[in-house]
């Protein structure tokens, strides 16, 4: 996959978790964004914000998640002392069970799968063409205790 193709997928994603209905509306991203944005509010309604912290597990996926809150115009934070991989957002429930949750983690697998197929070719290619895992072997015996 490039860049190209791996642009319009998130894009594609954007627009499922809009709702979106028809062709015209899965190519308007701006119009997904729009969507999603009236869905939180509507959320927020129905079900007021509460702070949430979202631990993750590495700078990628901090990135991606921080990403998505600002385009929602969410804004995240964390408190001093906390984990730099700690985000603390507030956010109704409903909207981050029913879009922010789910489309996160399509996005972060599908870019984590992009990435693993970039990293595995650079280094077939560039540094050894065999990239399997390292051999399994049993742990020596350990001694008898006296």
């Given at each position: 996959?490039d ?6 997928k ?6 499922l978790?809009?709702?979106a ?13 729009k969507?999603i944005q009236l869905?939180?509010?509507?959320a ?16 990628w ?9 600002r ?6 934070y ?6 730099y ?11 981050v069970?029913e879009?922010?949750?789910?489309e ?8 984590r ?11 077939a290619e560039?540094?050894?063409a ?7 072997i ?7 205790p006296r």
């Amino acid at each position: 996959m490039d860049v190209d193709r791996l642009v319009e997928k998130l894009r594609r994603i954007e627009a499922l978790h809009a709702g979106a209905t028809t062709e015209g509306e899965r190519v308007a991203a701006a119009e997904a964004r729009k969507r999603i944005q009236l869905r939180l509010k509507l959320a927020e309604e129905a079900d007021p914000p509460i702070e949430y912290k979202f631990t993750l597990g590495d700078q990628w996926s901090k990135r991606v998640f921080i990403a998505l809150l600002r385009r929602y115009d969410i804004k995240p934070y964390r408190y001093r002392g906390q984990r730099y991989t700690t985000v603390i957002a507030k956010v109704s429930k409903r909207f981050v069970d029913e879009t922010l949750w789910p489309e996160y983690v399509q996005i972060s697998d599908t870019l984590r799968t992009f990435l693993d197929d970039v990293t595995n070719k650079v280094v077939a290619e560039c540094i050894h063409a065999d990239n399997s895992d390292v051999a399994e072997i049993e742990p020596a015996a350990l001694p008898a205790p006296r």
